[in-house]
């Protein structure tokens, strides 16, 4: 049975920071895992999906990267802004599309 | 650029009453899907729909919960009888192909029951 962990739950950092989010998974079965953003009431805003085959895939200053053998995706952030701030989201696109829980940054000016 | 759409914003019902959520997916895409978020809690999959059937189900989404493509445009949850546990959003997605390609989500309907 697929699970997705997300650590940590809350992340806060000083503006300009580069930052890194993970997400594990315990079933290597997985082809394409997808990130959302979520902000506070609001639905869910895709950033990247990345596929297994790919490794790392690229959206401005976003950049994600899979490792199946590791079970572990991250989500690296170059130069944090205060409108960064959000809830992150993992999610198994492949199989039963499980989430994580998230992690709740906060950017501070 | 496309996006999903989902009515109402808020819905308020007592329990027991019926409700039906609506959704538009992307129009050119062929799977959808409805989640919830209770709040403080996950995102938790209720339903994807292609083909116009089901095509996979979790345990939530028992017998008082269906889904209906009824046009062209709309894709719609029902709850039966609601419970005070059925509070919480609804997300409805959709994408191109399952797995394949990103989802793209509404941005929901909350559900109070009272």
């Known amino acids: 049975k697929q699970e997705v962990t997300q650590i940590p739950a809350a992340l806060s950092v000083p503006e300009g920071e580069n930052l890194v989010l993970n997400c594990s998974f315990t079933?290597?079965?997985?082809?394409?895992l997808q990130w959302f953003r979520q902000d506070p009431g609001k639905g869910l805003t895709s950033l990247l999906l990345?596929?297994?085959?790919?490794r790392e895939q690229t959206s401005g200053r976003l950049n994600a990267s899979l490792d199946k053998s590791s079970g572990r995706s991250t989500l690296y952030i170059a130069a944090s802004q205060p409108g960064d701030s959000a809830t992150y989201l993992c999610e198994d696109n492949t199989g039963k599309l499980i989430f994580g829980q998230g992690t709740t940054l906060q950017v501070k000016p | 650029e496309p996006e999903v759409t989902q009515t109402p914003s808020h819905q308020v019902t007592q329990m027991g009453q019926e409700v039906i959520l609506r959704c538009v997916p992307i129009s050119n895409h062929l799977y959808f899907y409805w989640y919830r978020q209770i709040l403080g809690q996950k995102v938790e999959f209720l339903v994807s729909?292609?083909?116009?059937?089901?095509?996979?189900k979790s345990e939530i989404f028992d017998d008082q919960f269906s889904v209906e493509r009824p046009d062209g445009s709309n894709f719609t949850l029902k709850i039966r009888s609601t419970k005070l546990e059925d509070s919480a959003m609804y997300f409805c997605a959709s994408s191109a192909l399952r797995g394949l390609y990103e989802q793209y989500f509404g941005p929901g309907t909350r559900l109070t029951v009272t």
């Open positions: 729909f292609y083909n116009n059937e089901i095509s996979e």
């Open positions: 990345i596929q297994s085959s790919q």
């Open positions: 079933d290597s079965a997985i082809y394409n």
